[in-house]
């Protein structure tokens, strides 16, 4: 009888997990898990997953990078008559905006990374044979293609690319041309002239092309650097069909056949196989990056139904499925309010004060099921600050320019030293004994950029923001800080971090907020809701943000607390409503479905 490591040449993997060794395996691994004392192995079944849609909805972009770091480019509207020119980048959970095209255009040769992308021919406002290049900012000209062409198969990098068969001069091509990082040159044609868009996966010198048309056709060729050899064919014939992967472990999805399918074939270096994995929508003219690892993960991006859409999902084939962040139900606050504040985590939340018919003094606390009157504050109060915790927190400033501030300790709260100047709409963040509050607005209803920091005994005026504000939001620590969105006015975009000494202007909000919520830290955060009813969820890794599922109900000026990845959004309203609504986050999460057998 033969062991594992004769038919495998591995030992099995001993690992007190299945988030360490086994994270990386392939088909057919073994492992022993010494917590579970179960012997597993992996099974490679794929599954898609619905992820963030675009921010543009759109068909016949390019596309490039990985599933955690992305590139989609490019485009066009339903009918072809809009041609776009906008970036966008993805982070594996969301998209943020990146340079422009400079010429807007659809259907062309897309292959490289998020930072070293490159998109050639297409149709649009050009000639047809413009190449440009992808530093991870800007597109900057490259040179053109020999021959001017869209709808183009094409994979591999920015310094070595291949674009394959296309469309010109009202025919379809054979024509094959190689990119080396400087200038585009003709080499062996493809056995079969066909329209090749979003077809094609691997690196220049092992590549595979799969389907195309019109008509549609199965066909499928492989690249070895300098020919084409024909190999076994899609089991279903599909043209504008997205791929990713290498030659030797590839996927198609979807495509024309002539109807729109969502379909799945996975191929194996040799031939192509149907698989159980389907799209949860029919699409075909989608991005689909050409990751060229042997993982099978990957993502397609915008895309046509009906019509033009900016869906996105992920294909995983690992022993993990993953699940993208979203928004739940939570149990409702006994006193529906607006213009409160929340500070805490998702299962110990504590949401202060607000607005019913008038000003209140309550406080709820949030076991992470149902909330839990406690002892009220001192002080009614509104469009105020707080930081801290459930059970050590701080709660200062408000409408009618209050100085008071006040401490808890789970219990009952305690009036502490006042504020320096009275003022409402601040934003507030940090620690029962170490906080700050920034912006507001200052008796006599100026908007203003003063700063004040709370040692746990008094506050000290400190650097004032770049940009004055009120009722924006903020996280973080009195020493690493973020404070986005607010009214100046009008609602502004602008994000700034503090670093205990100076705050520094860094990226911008996509859209114009105020009376919206944080939760997070300054490196990794989450801003929700706004005025006056917004369901607009964007997440920050520190750089940049990008789009996140949206809130359940809309809301502004409601409380906020928590993680980027478990957040809590409490309370709230449109102009003139209040309501007692709970809303939780969840961020991207994994589940383990390695099968196990029993060790006995």
């Known amino acids: 009888m033969s062991t594992y490591k004769e038919l495998k040449g591995l030992r099995v993997k001993y690992v007190p997990t299945d988030t360490t060794s086994p994270s990386t395996a392939a088909a057919g691994d073994v492992w022993y898990n010494t917590a579970e004392g179960a012997l597993k192995g992996y099974v490679g079944i794929g599954a898609w997953s619905t992820s963030v849609a675009l921010t543009t909805a759109r068909q016949a972009c390019g596309g490039a990078g990985t599933l955690t770091a992305g590139l989609v480019f490019g485009g066009t509207n339903a009918d072809g008559t809009a041609y776009n020119a906008q970036t966008e980048e993805y982070n594996g959970s969301g998209w943020s905006s990146g340079g422009d095209l400079n010429t807007a ?74 990119y080396n990082g400087t200038s585009w040159s003709e080499v062996a044609n493809i056995n079969a002239a066909r329209r090749l868009a979003h077809c094609g996966a691997g690196t220049a010198t092992a590549g595979i092309v799969a389907g195309g048309g019109p008509p549609e056709v199965a066909h499928s060729e492989g690249w070895d650097g300098s020919s084409w050899t024909e190999g076994n064919n899609l089991n279903n014939a599909a043209r504008s069909n997205g791929m990713f992967g290498s030659q030797s472990a590839a996927i198609s999805v979807g495509g024309a056949t002539p109807s729109v399918q969502n379909k799945t074939e996975s191929y194996d270096g040799t031939s192509w196989s149907n698989t159980p994995a389907t799209t949860a929508a029919a699409l075909r003219s989608m991005a689909s990056p050409n990751d060229t690892s042997t993982n099978l993960s990957g993502f397609i991006a915008g895309g046509y139904t009906t019509t033009a859409v900016g869906t996105t999902e992920e294909y995983h084939n690992t022993f993990q499925a993953r699940t993208a962040g979203a928004w739940a139900n939570g149990g409702n606050l006994n006193t529906a309010r607006r213009q409160t504040t929340a500070i805490g985590t998702q299962t110990a939340g504590l949401c202060i004060n607000g607005f019913t018919d008038e000003t209140v003094a309550i406080a709820e606390e949030y076991d992470g099921t149902s909330w839990t009157e406690s002892g009220d504050t001192s002080n009614a109060k509104r469009l105020h600050a707080s930081a801290g915790t459930q059970t050590a927190g701080l709660a200062y400033g408000g409408v009618g320019y209050l100085v008071h501030n006040e401490s808890y300790d789970g219990s009952t709260w305690t009036e502490v030293a006042n504020l320096n100047a009275g003022r409402f709409g601040v934003l507030g963040f940090g620690t029962q004994t170490s906080a700050l509050m920034a912006g507001g607005q200052a008796d006599g209803g100026a908007t203003i950029d003063d700063v004040e920091e709370w040692d746990g005994s008094s506050w000290t005026e400190i650097a004032d923001m770049n940009t004055a504000r009120y009722a924006g939001s903020g996280v973080g620590t009195s020493t690493a800080g973020l404070v986005f969105g607010g009214n100046v006015p009008p609602q502004t975009v602008n994000t700034e971090t503090w670093d205990g000494s100076s705050w520094t202007e860094v990226a911008n909000l996509f859209t114009a907020e105020d009376a919206h919520a944080g939760a997070g830290t300054q490196t990794a955060a989450l801003s929700f809701g706004g005025a006056p009813s917004v369901t607009t969820t964007v997440g920050w890794d520190g750089s940049v943000w990008s789009t996140s599922p949206a809130l359940g109900t809309g809301v502004g000026f409601h409380g906020g607390c928590g993680t980027s990845t478990s957040a809590l959004c409490a309370g709230g309203g449109a102009p003139n409503t209040v309501v007692n609504t709970t809303q939780e986050w969840t961020g991207v999460t994994t589940t383990d479905t390695a099968s196990t057998i029993d060790f006995d």
């Open 105 to 178: 255009r659809q259907d062309g040769a897309s292959a490289g990374t998020q930072t070293a992308g490159l998109f050639a021919g297409g149709e649009g406002g050009g000639s047809d044979n413009e190449s440009e290049e992808y530093n991870g900012s800007t597109w900057s000209e490259g040179d053109n293609l020999n021959t001017a062409r869209r709808s183009l198969g094409s994979f591999g990098t920015q310094t070595a690319a291949i674009g394959a068969g296309g469309w010109a001069s009202s025919s379809n091509q054979a024509i094959v041309e190689s």
